[in-house]
């Protein structure tokens, strides 16, 4: 089958097309032929050597896809799907070709009134939005959310969810132009992170209080400030790195504010815990997206064979919303 491989840790041109051998699907998955691929971060990472696929998964790159069931692996008669059925997935790995065995709790429903194709762009922002600002950091009603990449797949997702939970969100991004999209969004407050700081500008928009939570794909370079910022009672989750892996922590600030600090990632979770955050989106994300009141944000769409240059798009860092490969025909 068709595939895109990475020959080497390196830059967008070490991913190249190739042929691949058609994955079997084992006990408790199925085998999904792929419509489109969702691009994320962690792909690019990946590609570069730094964020390894876990055990057992696939080396190839894309961690969501949309698409249609093509077979049943054993243990899967009873899980409510048939050939035929539409679907999206959330993966740990395998998206960039033609077909991908997928754990059956992995699987979701393309949500009524979204096109397959555009469906590749929902499991991943999704789970990972979800089980971070709600399970992990318990977002609730009037409570104030920084968002730091507004603008991003996982941003756009975020600032939808956190609003549809009756959270004031700010939000952090380079440029006017993105602000502006995260304002149509439904972003609350707006920080442009290269002519102004987002702790004096948060903490006037809510007197001072600071935020409950902040969602932040930074890490180390953001640690101190982000910490500053916590309110009482504050969380603080990373689940990103692109501004260093180590920094420093003041604990003391931490026991004043009783604030927490929570490192999480999607990939690496068990299967038996992604299936658990795959049904919660389903039951509290999946009603939204079909009321319309959470949507689709799609940037461009590449053809596979053209991965690199849908990743070179990405570490340009100008899109809103997401990148996908289309593989086949929707």
């Avoid at 035929?84 to 991908?100: Q, T």
């Avoid at 319309?292 to 799609?298: A, D, F, M, N, S």
Wanted: glycine content about 12%.
């Amino acid at each position: 089958m068709n595939a895109v491989t990475i020959t080497g840790p390196g830059e967008a041109d070490v991913l190249v097309p190739a042929q691949v051998d058609r994955p079997q699907p084992g006990q408790g998955e199925v085998l999904v032929e792929v419509v489109a691929a969702g691009v994320n971060r962690a792909d690019v990472m990946q590609r570069k050597g730094f964020y390894p696929p876990p055990s057992g998964a696939s080396e190839l790159p894309g961690l969501e896809v949309s698409g249609r069931v093509v077979e049943l692996g054993p243990g899967c008669e009873e899980a409510g799907w048939s050939v035929g059925d539409e679907v999206c997935a959330l993966l740990a790995g395998g998206g960039y070709a033609e077909h991908v065995a997928v754990p059956v709790g992995q699987l979701l429903p393309v949500p009524a009134g979204v096109p397959l194709a555009d469906a590749a762009a929902l499991p991943e922002v999704a789970c990972t939005v979800w089980s971070n600002l709600v399970l992990e950091a318990g977002l609730g009603e009037g409570e104030t959310v920084l968002i730091h990449g507004g603008s991003s797949g996982i941003g756009t997702m975020a600032i939808q969810v956190a609003k549809a939970l009756g959270a004031t969100v700010a939000v952090t991004a380079s440029t006017q132009e993105k602000l502006a999209a995260c304002r149509e969004l439904g972003a609350d407050v707006l920080v442009n992170y290269r002519t102004q700081d987002f702790v004096d500008e948060v903490r006037k928009a809510t007197d001072g209080r600071g935020a409950d939570v902040i969602l932040d794909v930074v890490g180390a370079k953001y640690l101190e400030r982000n910490v500053d910022l916590l309110a009482k009672d504050g969380r603080l989750v990373v689940i990103g790195l692109q501004g260093g892996r180590r920094g420093e922590l003041d604990l003391g600030a931490l026991l004043a504010k009783r604030a927490r600090v929570i490192a999480t990632s999607l990939r690496s979770r068990p299967v038996e815990g992604k299936a658990q955050i795959v049904a919660a989106v389903r039951e509290h994300v999946w009603p939204l997206v079909e009321q319309g009141r959470i949507r689709t944000v799609i940037q461009s769409r590449h053809p596979l064979a053209e991965a690199a240059r849908a990743h070179e798009e990405m570490e340009a860092s100008a899109h809103v919303g997401k990148i996908l490969l289309e593989v086949a025909p929707g």
